[in-house]
């Protein structure tokens, strides 16, 4: 946290000294009127910022206009009690890592890292990689971050979400949800192996020394026979789907795409037929799976033993049970650890648009560590048995309130009571959570009769002659138990109200505490008190 304090500051006072940006017009202003306006960073507001940015992700937006705005729509009741709009756009803006120049070695092979966050990544992969030991089986894959901006990072992904993006590899658990490792490749051409050879084997040499065993799965983008030979002489199995031109015998290879004739001769007559060919000096299978479509699988650990998967068929209503070799069962089991995580990520994603690159890989990090966080916190509460439990969004709001108590902006005394969850601020309170108060829904923070009552605006007075269609003053029946029908209304609102509640009910956050404080005041000075029959 102080590193990234730091580290900012240093790059605002260095602003002015860096030459013209190059996509930046002789037009346009430069320096940029917020750096020669700016205030030095400190921890406890980095706190606070970043106790907003998981405030937004509870809220699923990236927009801060429109947490800020005015508007009784979309204003989030507390957020200008914290910071204003305008500061928080400035630190987003100035938020820096490391110096540009600073060396940075990663990896076994003590290669060069990124540049401009390669420390705190770094340090963020070591400490998940410490935090929890693995167990016996992990996916490997690709994660694919959308970034459109001007980078040397960037990369053209077609057949991806994002069209463009950076790209990281990363190794998860799919039993647990934890993305236990992730790596950087600063070249596409990666030495004589290939940029996706290199990755893998970086992931496998950060697996714990001290354990050996693990099953890796990968998909077609890595398996190849040279692979899986090197995974195996470092004490590890691996697994995964293989494309033909990856060292597939010819035997297999000519099942793809082949005949019914070729098919036939391999033994492949209906889906769920395989047939499996051995190379024992180099201690490889490789196996052909007729599922919706030929599959190829490699692997160094399996044995050609039969299992069963699940599948889908046209015309038949539910699952229908299909013959596979163990290896596809097990990678349909446990290949999806990765893009599982990725979606879970993305469902409370603290991701904000940026023209810096870094800033993608920072709302990456900030992403996976809440959600080792929270995994890991769901661990410790299964195994210790404490009965605890919470769901994501709750447990998010609950690091949000104790970032803003531990920066000091929050105390206990405006905490609230919230079943299941302990405290939590009543100025954090998303919609939701404010059905398990027991407190009237004009009182309950963004509902919509909160909105209308505080940011309704056009609140003007009404009044009917009728004797009959009156009602009670909410303020005075809830603050005093008085029934007394009232005359005046709010048109806005369309609520029934004395005229002395009018400005109570417009203006204050809890119209009842009010109420009853301006009745004793009024008790003391020798006034009529409240309320008014």
């Avoid at 490792?181 to 970086?202: S, T």
Wanted: with cysteine.
């Amino acid at each position: 946290m102080d590193c990234i304090v730091e580290q900012t500051n240093l790059y605002v006072t260095a602003i002015p000294t860096m030459p013209l940006p190059s996509f930046l017009q002789e037009r346009y202003q430069w320096l940029p009127k917020w750096v020669a306006d700016w205030q030095p960073l400190t921890e406890q507001e980095l706190q606070q910022w970043l106790a907003l940015a998981i405030y937004m992700a509870c809220h699923k937006t990236s927009n801060e206009k429109e947490l800020w705005s005015t508007h009784w729509f979309w204003r989030r009741p507390g957020i200008g009690n914290f910071m204003s709009l305008e500061r928080h756009q400035r630190i987003k803006a100035a938020l820096h890592f490391q110096s540009a120049d600073e060396p940075v070695q990663n990896g076994h092979q003590e290669r060069p890292l990124i540049r401009k966050i390669g420390i705190f990544m770094d340090l963020i992969e070591y400490n998940c990689r410490t935090a929890y030991f693995p167990e016996s089986k992990i996916a490997a894959d690709e994660i694919t971050l959308g970034f459109s901006g001007v980078s040397e990072y960037r990369k053209q992904t077609k057949h991806k979400k994002s069209h463009e993006s950076i790209q990281l590899w990363a190794a998860g658990e799919s039993r647990n949800g934890l993305q236990y490792l992730f790596a950087f490749d600063l070249d596409r051409n990666d030495g004589e192996k290939g940029m996706v050879y290199n990755a893998i084997m970086r992931l496998v040499h950060k697996l714990p020394p001290q354990n050996k065993g693990y099953k890796i799965f990968m998909d077609n983008l890595f398996t190849s026979s040279k692979l899986l030979q090197d995974i195996a002489a470092l004490g590890h199995g691996a697994c995964g789907t293989c494309r033909a031109s990856r060292g597939l015998p010819v035997e297999l290879t000519d099942a793809k795409g082949k005949s019914k004739a070729v098919l036939d001769g391999l033994g492949l007559k209906e889906q769920g037929d395989w047939a499996f060919s051995c190379w024992p000096e180099q201690n490889l299978l490789g196996v052909a799976w007729w599922d919706t479509g030929i599959v190829c699988f490699q692997r160094n650990i399996h044995a050609p033993v039969n299992s069963a998967v699940e599948r889908r068929k046209a015309g038949v209503r539910g699952r229908k049970t299909f013959k596979a070799p163990l290896c596809a069962s097990e990678y349909n089991e446990e290949m999806g650890a990765i893009d599982d995580i990725d979606r879970v990520r993305e469902n409370l994603s603290t991701h904000q648009s940026s023209r810096k690159w870094y800033h993608t890989i920072w709302w990456f990090l900030l992403d996976t560590c809440l959600n080792n966080a929270y995994t890991l916190w769901c661990k410790h509460q299964e195994v210790a048995k404490t009965g605890l439990s919470m769901s994501r969004r709750r447990w998010y709001a609950r690091l949000c309130e104790e970032l803003l108590m531990e920066a000091g902006v929050v105390s206990e005394q405006e905490e609230l009571a919230v079943e299941g969850m302990g405290k939590i601020s009543k100025s954090l309170l998303p919609w939701d959570f404010n059905q398990k108060l027991l407190v009237p829904r004009f009182l309950q923070a963004g509902t919509a009769e909160w909105r209308m009552r505080l940011f309704g605006g056009r609140h003007f007075v009404g009044v009917t002659e009728s004797n009959y269609n009156r009602g009670n003053c909410p303020l005075c029946y809830r603050a005093f138990g008085v029934e007394k029908k009232v005359m005046h209304f709010c048109k806005q609102c369309a609520v029934w109200m004395h005229l002395e509640c009018f400005e109570a009910w417009h203006t204050a956050r809890d119209p009842i505490k009010q109420k009853q404080q301006d009745n004793r005041l009024a008790a003391q000075a020798g006034k009529p008190a409240y309320p008014v029959v």
